[in-house]
């Protein structure tokens, strides 16, 4: 049974970078059935989708946050990350990782989810 | 992108059936078969309910059911149980090669 843990800080000062990690156990990260991405909520929102990644490399980011996301794959340690620039009080959410079946809109594995407050 | 959009809230009795709408465009929820539906409790993470517009996984009761029509998709609840009071947010694939979610709807039981 594939899961999800996120990890990271749960504190980010503005203007700096949010980094978070996803574990990936169960599964392998190298694998072609799956991609991987990170979705956020703030606090009494709604859920907002930041992008996904594939073993093969490739990756899609949501327009509003392209200029300030990347995700990567990490295979020596089975995990994928997000990296968020130039952070903001906008940017406090939980923040969810998460697999889809490559080719579907299932995801049915997800992380519980970790806050980060961007605040000084 | 725009959030696809969703009524804020619905409610019904025990035992009736309610149906939650999700609408875009023809660039995300019309022009694909990759809409899905997630319920989500308070303080936990969103639960998959129904996926490419109208299957569900093993373990979700048959009383969830999804579908489209055109640039709109509808989650239907039958037989609302208690246990339903929720938050259900839909989620669409896009031209983008993105994904954009619904803005939400707070299910209530009466």
């Known amino acids: 049974q594939l899961q999800l843990q996120e990890s990271g800080p749960g504190l980010v000062k503005p203007s700096e970078t949010l980094s978070l990690t996803c574990t990936v156990s169960?599964?392998?990260?190298?694998?072609?059935?799956?991609?991987w991405g990170w979705i956020r909520q703030p606090p009494g929102k709604g859920l907002e989708w930041i992008g996904n990644?594939?073993?093969?490399?490739?990756?899609y980011y949501n327009p509003s946050l392209k200029s300030r996301v990347t995700i990567s794959v990490d295979t020596s340690e089975n995990q994928f990350s997000l990296r968020l620039n130039s952070v903001t009080a906008a940017d406090t959410a939980v923040y969810f990782c998460a697999g889809r079946n490559s080719g579907s809109g299932r995801t049915d594995h997800w992380g519980q989810g970790t806050l980060v407050t961007v605040s000084s | 992108q725009s959030a696809l959009t969703q009524p804020a809230s619905v409610s019904g009795s025990p035992g009736q059936s309610i149906t939650i709408s999700c609408t875009g465009t023809s660039s995300d929820v019309g022009g694909y078969n990759y809409v899905s539906w997630y319920q989500q409790h308070p303080g936990n993470a969103p639960k998959l309910m129904i996926y490419d517009v109208n299957n569900r996984p093993s373990g979700v009761p048959d009383r969830f059911s999804g579908s489209k029509s055109g640039n709109t998709a509808s989650l239907t609840i039958s037989g609302l149980q208690p246990e339903d009071e929720a938050d259900y947010y839909c989620?669409?694939?896009?031209?983008?090669?993105?994904?954009?979610f619904g803005g939400g709807t707070k299910v209530t039981v009466l």
């Open positions: 169960g599964g392998s990260v190298r694998s072609s059935s799956y991609a």
């Open positions: 989620n669409s694939y896009t031209t983008s090669s993105t994904w954009v």
């Open positions: 990644i594939f073993y093969s490399g490739s990756n």
